[in-house]
C-alpha cells in the first residue's frame, strides 16, 4: 500500500477534471471530409496518431470539439486491453472524438494527465472496468480516487516528467528518419543504383543454390523431433524460429540428449550458417553465431551454407532484410496460388540473389547498412532505457516517495 506524504489531500479524481463523454453519430454520418473523429486507433504507445482518420459531416456540440490539454481516454472497446489508454491533445481545428471515448478536461497543471496514465488510476480502471462489455463508465470515473499534491508541486512534476517525455519523443522522431535514411541506402546499394566509391565491377542475379557449398536444408519433421525427445537441459540445443526473430541463439530452453543429437546430426546448425524462418514470420533471417552452443533446427527453419568465396553471409542478410523487398517479392511470387503458408525447400531453391561479384564491394555495402543498423539499435536502447527510468520517476515523483523543490 502507498503511503503518501501528510500534506498531499486524497479526493476524487474528478474533483479536478471534467469527464466529456463521446459524439455519438451513424455510419451515414461518415464522410471523406468534414470534422475529425477521434478514436482509440488514435492512441498509440500514450501519443496522438492522426495515421488512421475518420471524418463526419454532422453538427458537433461545441462541448464535444476537442480543447488543447484535454486528455483522451478509450472508455469502450472490444478489446478489455485498451480501455483506459489515453493521451494528451495538442490545439486541432475541427476535431472531436468519438462515443467510445471520452475526455478529462481542466488539467490546469499538466499533472493529472500523468497520474491517469500511470498505475495508480490504471490499476482502478482495470478493477472498474465490465468485463462483459469492456467499458469504463462515468459512475466508474467518479469513484476513481488520487492523492495530490499543492498546485505548484503538481506543476513542477508535470514539468519533470514532460522532459522525459520530450527526450523520448526526439530519440523516437530520430529513429523514424535513421530508419528512413537506412531503408533508402538499402534500396539504392542493393539495387546497384548507387555504387560506394571505387567499385565499378560486374553485377549478376543468379539462383541462391548456385552460390551454396552445400544442399538447401531444412530441419527435421515432428515425426523426427517429437516432444518426447527433448530434455530441461543438456549440451545439444533445439533452435527455432524465436532464435531468427530476435537474432539471438542463447534463448530457448529445447535441448536433446547425444543419442538425439546424433540420429538427427545432418540438421545440426553451425557457426556462420545463414537461416530462415520456414513460417509464421516466413523469410526472417539471421546468421549463426561462431561461438553457438551445438544444436540442431527444428522443423521451422531452413539452413543454407555459402560458398563465401562468392557470396557473404551478411551482404545476404541486408538483401534478404524484411526492411527491403527483394525477399518477399520472390516469396510471394512463389508461393502456391498466391497464398504463402509456408517456405519450403522447393521455393528456397528458386531464390535469386543480386550481387556484386567483388566480394570487396559486397564487403563495403554490408558494412555500410551495418552500420546503420547498430546506429538505429542503439538509438532503440537508448529510448528503452530512457522508457524504464521514466517509469522509475513517475513511481517516485506521483506517490511522493521522491520530492521536488518548489
Known amino acids: 500500500m502507498v503511503t503518501y506524504p501528510n500534506d498531499w489531500k486524497k479526493s476524487q479524481l474528478l ?24 478514436r ?72 493529472f494527465a500523468k497520474v491517469f496514465e500511470s498505475n495508480i488510476v490504471q490499476e482502478q480502471v482495470r478493477g472498474r472496468s465490465n468485463a ?25 512534476i508535470a514539468r519533470t516528467l514532460s522532459y522525459f517525455d520530450t527526450y ?70 533445439v533452435y527455432g524460429q524465436e532464435n531468427i526473430y530476435k537474432r539471438n541463439f542463447l534463448i530457448g530452453n529445447r535441448f536433446l540428449s547425444q543419442a538425439h543429437f546424433d540420429r538427427l546430426s545432418t540438421c545440426e546448425i553451425k557457426g556462420g550458417d545463414f537461416l530462415m524462418s520456414t513460417m509464421g514470420t516466413i523469410g526472417k533471417c539471421a546468421i549463426a553465431p561462431m561461438n553457438l552452443q551445438r544444436g540442431i533446427m527444428d522443423s521451422h527453419l531452413i539452413r543454407f551454407r555459402l560458398n563465401e568465396s562468392k557470396l557473404l553471409p551478411l551482404y ?22 498466391g497464398i504463402m503458408d509456408g517456405l519450403s525447400v522447393g521455393i528456397a531453391k528458386q531464390l535469386t540473389v ?5 566480394l570487396r564491394e559486397q564487403n563495403a555495402i554490408a558494412n555500410v547498412l551495418t552500420t546503420m543498423d547498430e546506429e538505429i539499435e542503439a538509438l532503440e536502447s537508448e529510448r528503452d532505457k530512457m522508457i524504464q527510468i521514466r517509469v522509475g520517476a513517475m513511481d517516485d515523483l506521483l506517490t511522493g516517495r521522491v520530492r521536488l523543490s518548489v
Request: hydrophobic share 35%.
Open 168 to 237: 523520448i519523443d526526439d530519440l523516437s522522431e530520430l529513429i523514424e528518419k535513421k530508419r528512413g535514411i537506412r531503408d533508402g541506402a538499402l534500396e539504392e546499394l542493393l539495387s546497384g543504383k548507387k555504387r560506394l566509391e571505387g567499385f565499378s565491377g560486374i553485377w549478376e542475379e543468379i539462383p541462391l543454390r548456385s552460390v551454396l557449398r552445400e544442399k538447401i536444408k531444412i530441419g527435421p519433421f515432428g515425426s523426427q523431433l517429437k516432444k518426447e525427445t527433448l530434455v530441461k537441459s543438456g549440451k545439444y540445443k
Open 354 to 358: 543480386l550481387m556484386p561479384k567483388d
Open 15 to 38: 474533483d479536478h477534471v471534467d469527464l466529456v463523454q463521446g459524439l455519438t453519430y451513424t455510419p451515414e454520418n461518415v464522410k471523406p471530409y468534414g470534422t475529425l473523429v477521434l
Open 316 to 337: 545476404l542478410l541486408h538483401l534478404f532484410s524484411d526492411n527491403y523487398t527483394y525477399l518477399s517479392n520472390q516469396t510471394t511470387k512463389l508461393a502456391v496460388g
Open 132 to 156: 462483459t462489455i469492456n467499458q469504463i463508465t462515468k459512475k466508474d470515473f467518479h469513484s476513481i480516487m488520487v492523492t495530490v499534491p499543492s498546485e505548484p508541486e503538481q506543476e513542477e
Open 40 to 111: 482509440s486507433s488514435n492512441i498509440q504507445n500514450g501519443r496522438l496518431s492522426l495515421n488512421d482518420n475518420v471524418y463526419v459531416n454532422v453538427h458537433v456540440p461545441e462541448e464535444k470539439m476537442v480543447q488543447p490539454g484535454d486528455i483522451l481516454v478509450c472508455v469502450r472497446n472490444g478489446s478489455s486491453a485498451l480501455i483506459g489508454k489515453s493521451c494528451v491533445l495538442p490545439k486541432l481545428n475541427h476535431t472531436t472524438f468519438g462515443a467510445f471515448m471520452s475526455v478529462l478536461r481542466g488539467d490546469a497543471t499538466g499533472y
